[in-house]
T-cell receptor, first 112, second 110 residues
Framework: NAGVTQTPKFRILKIGQSMTLQCTQD?????MYWYRQDPGMGLKLIYY???????DKGEVPNGYNVSRSTTEDFPLRLELAAPSQTSVYFC???????????FGPGTRLTVL | QKEVEQDPGPLSVPEGAIVSLNCTYS??????FMWYRQYSRKGPELLMY????GNKEDGRFTAQVDKSSKYISLFIRDSQPSDSATYLC??????????FGAGTTVTVRA
């Protein structure tokens, strides 16, 4: 049981490039989340999903897109990378909305 | 004003000391309160989960919630070097959107 896995661990992008951050969970959780963590700012919710085919915006969705075609996977897409998107990105999942959220190890992204 | 305020520290204590961490919040609708521990370059992991005002104890950890003052605390007794981490408070209303504090970095010196 691997829990929540994220790839890649690190990435450097040039301004304007695009990429997809991968997130997979093997706990059969319905709810999945993407957060970004900036120094001194705590975690901010980017997007979330309550099940396959259902996604919605969080607090800071601009510049990102998501999809949820299966229960296990919840990829986050950056279409035109900007320096403001330099951050650490965490994916999380939970069984129900009130349950514990389990976090992945994170992806460190730098946009230059 | 941030919805959740947490002093980022850093906090440095000798081994065996009591670590005291706290957060204040402005949204009176928050009902569920959590403390997450985050080791360097790792994802957060849930440490304590409380609902409503009062105390909850789990081993060396005690979480306190005072909803009338909009104030929550985490105490770590007999602190160990392995407790060195960043501690994040988090809270939510009746939905699944967590509001996090900025995190307090704690170092326990051997």
């Amino acid at each position: 049981n691997a829990g929540v896995t994220q790839t890649p661990k690190f990435r450097i992008l040039k301004i304007g490039q695009s990429m997809t951050l991968q997130c997979t969970q093997d706990m059969n959780h319905n709810y999945m989340y993407w957060y970004r963590q900036d120094p001194g700012m705590g975690l901010k919710l980017i997007y979330y999903s309550v099940g396959a085919g259902i996604t919605d915006k969080g607090e800071v969705p601009n510049g990102y897109n998501v999809s949820r075609s299966t229960t296990e996977d919840f990829p986050l897409r950056l279409e035109l990378a900007a320096p403001s998107q330099t951050s650490v990105y965490f994916c999380a999942s939970s069984q129900t909305r009130a349950d514990t959220q389990y976090f992945g190890p994170g992806t460190r992204l730098t946009v230059l | 004003q941030k919805e959740v305020e947490q002093d980022p520290g850093p906090l440095s204590v000798p081994e065996g000391a009591i670590v005291s961490l706290n957060c204040t919040y402005s949204n009176s609708a928050f009902q569920y309160f959590m403390w997450y521990r985050q080791y360097s370059r790792k994802g957060p992991e849930l440490l304590m989960y409380t609902y409503s005002s009062g105390n909850k104890e789990d081993g060396r950890f005690t979480a306190q919630v005072d909803k009338s003052s909009k104030y929550i605390s985490l105490f770590i007794r007999d602190s160990q070097p392995s407790d060195s981490a960043t501690y994040l408070c988090a809270m939510t209303t009746n939905d699944y959107k967590l509001s996090f504090g900025a995190g307090t970095t704690v170092t326990v010196r051997a």
